[in-house]
């Protein structure tokens, strides 16, 4: 890839649609999120036990990879069929070998699995926090693959970093404040945080890998590959792959005795793929007709309010620069244009 400026989806021209509709996705995306953060957290986390033996579900994340996968992928397939033309070889694929995806989905997997398997050990608002760091390895990744960025983008991803350190740095005091907090320092905290950091890692390599396979797709045979194509091909292999591991570790027959034994499990497991399936989706229609700053908006509150929603729900406790860390984090796009229009030099004009 030559050394140019990148385009995102912002610099495309979004499909016009009307106020209610963009009202109604944007409901559905905060909406879904926050209630799939919500069962997550409730499936894998620290607090999460069942039944009145207070049973842990050892193996939630790797049945939610694989499960959710499967309901992915066949929501994404559904949607190709009754929208693309051509054979249905084509419509699901446009004509992206599938050996193109196997490495990406190994990521894609690597991602799922680090991500989720650290809520036994973190709290789900520092998890979140976190996980809003992957613009990070993803810039990293694409620059390493010859992309270049305005300076804006750069500070974005300094403030994100500092925002996460104000947040881990300060504690609630002692005196006056009830319930668990954020960020306790502990091996637990210091594994969770290492899953974490593993599963951004990932995310360096699959992100700037999907836009070079989209990227050769346009310039080879000017096909035009969607959210739902990556949807569709990405969670096949990343189901196909769950599926061996979970067979090949002989889990997947605990898990399915485990889930049959515990009816609230099972509430929680469909709605979890409802929500992500419906929130994926809201996402992709908002990107395509309205453009990716208003979706950006949006998925920002949507952070905002899932963290907020697990410190109210569970009963946790933030100190004041904490409040501001994740302010600074999820904000941080915003203070950086902000802030790039005061310290930087303005583009020159052309007849300069």
């Given at each position: 890839?030559?050394?140019?400026?990148?385009?995102?989806?912002?610099?495309?021209?979004?499909?016009?649609?009307?106020?209610?509709?963009?009202?109604?996705?944007?409901?559905?995306?905060?909406?879904?999120?926050?209630?799939?953060?919500?069962?997550?957290?409730?499936?894998?986390?620290?607090?999460?036990?069942?039944?009145?033996?207070?049973?842990?579900?050892?193996?939630?994340?790797?049945?939610?990879?694989?499960?959710?996968?499967?309901f992915?992928?066949?929501?994404?397939?559904?949607?190709?069929?009754?929208?693309?033309?051509?054979?249905?070889?084509?419509?699901?694929?446009?004509?992206?070998?599938?050996?193109?995806?196997?490495?990406?989905?190994?990521?894609?997997?690597?991602?799922?699995?680090?991500?989720?398997?650290?809520?036994?050990?973190?709290?789900?608002?520092?998890?979140?926090?976190?996980?809003?760091c992957?613009?990070?390895?993803?810039?990293?990744?694409?620059?390493?693959?010859?992309?270049?960025?305005?300076?804006?983008?750069?500070?974005?991803?300094?403030?994100?970093?500092?925002?996460?350190?104000?947040?881990?740095?300060?504690?609630?005091?002692?005196?006056?404040?009830?319930?668990?907090?954020?960020?306790?320092?502990?091996?637990?905290t210091?594994?969770?945080?290492?899953l974490?950091?593993?599963?951004?890692?990932?995310?360096?390599?699959?992100?700037?890998?999907?836009?070079?396979?989209?990227?050769?797709?346009?310039?080879?045979?000017?096909?035009?590959?969607?959210?739902?194509?990556?949807?569709?091909?990405?969670?096949?292999f990343q189901?196909?792959?769950?599926?061996?591991?979970?067979?090949?570790?002989?889990?997947?027959?605990?898990?399915?005795?485990?889930?049959?034994?515990?009816?609230?499990?099972?509430t929680?497991?469909?709605?979890?793929?409802?929500?992500?399936?419906?929130?994926?989706?809201?996402?992709?229609?908002?990107?395509?007709?309205?453009?990716?700053?208003?979706?950006?908006?949006?998925?920002?509150?949507?952070?905002?309010?899932?963290?907020?929603?697990?410190?109210?729900?569970?009963?946790?406790?933030?100190?004041?620069?904490?409040?501001?860390?994740?302010?600074?984090?999820?904000?941080?796009?915003?203070?950086?244009?902000?802030?790039?229009?005061?310290?930087?030099?303005?583009?020159?004009?052309?007849?300069?």
């Amino acid at each position: 890839m030559s050394k140019k400026q990148v385009k995102t989806a912002a610099d495309a021209k979004p499909v016009e649609g009307s106020s209610f509709l963009m009202a109604v996705l944007a409901v559905g995306v905060i909406g879904s999120f926050t209630l799939n953060g919500i069962t997550m957290e409730k499936l894998t986390g620290r607090e999460a036990k069942f039944g009145d033996a207070g049973e842990k579900f050892e193996d939630a994340s790797s049945f939610l990879i694989l499960a959710q996968s499967i309901f992915a992928a066949v929501s994404a397939a559904l949607v190709l069929t009754l929208t693309q033309s051509g054979s249905l070889s084509h419509k699901l694929t446009a004509g992206v070998s599938p050996m193109k995806w196997l490495w990406i989905s190994i990521a894609f997997l690597g991602a799922h699995k680090f991500g989720y398997g650290a809520l036994a050990y973190i709290s789900f608002p520092l998890q979140v926090l976190v996980k809003c760091c992957k613009p990070i390895p993803v810039l990293i990744g694409e620059v390493a693959l010859g992309a270049s960025y305005p300076a804006k983008k750069y500070l974005s991803v300094v403030l994100l970093v500092g925002g996460v350190m104000v947040f881990m740095a300060f504690q609630p005091s002692s005196k006056g404040d009830s319930g668990a907090p954020l960020v306790e320092w502990n091996m637990d905290t210091a594994y969770g945080l290492g899953l974490l950091f593993a599963g951004l890692t990932c995310d360096a390599y699959y992100g700037p890998a999907q836009k070079v396979v989209k990227q050769n797709l346009l310039k080879d045979t000017g096909e035009t590959l969607t959210a739902y194509h990556n949807m569709c091909a990405m969670n096949v292999f990343q189901g196909l792959f769950a599926f061996v591991l979970m067979m090949q570790s002989g889990k997947l027959n605990g898990s399915l005795e485990f889930i049959g034994r515990h009816q609230e499990v099972q509430t929680l497991l469909l709605a979890h793929f409802i929500t992500y399936t419906t929130g994926a989706m809201c996402i992709f229609e908002l990107v395509s007709r309205f453009g990716a700053l208003t979706a950006t908006t949006v998925t920002t509150l949507r952070k905002l309010i899932s963290i907020m929603a697990s410190v109210v729900l569970y009963g946790r406790t933030m100190a004041p620069m904490q409040y501001a860390g994740v302010a600074i984090v999820v904000f941080s796009k915003y203070l950086a244009d902000a802030l790039a229009a005061i310290v930087l030099p303005a583009p020159k004009k052309k007849d300069e």
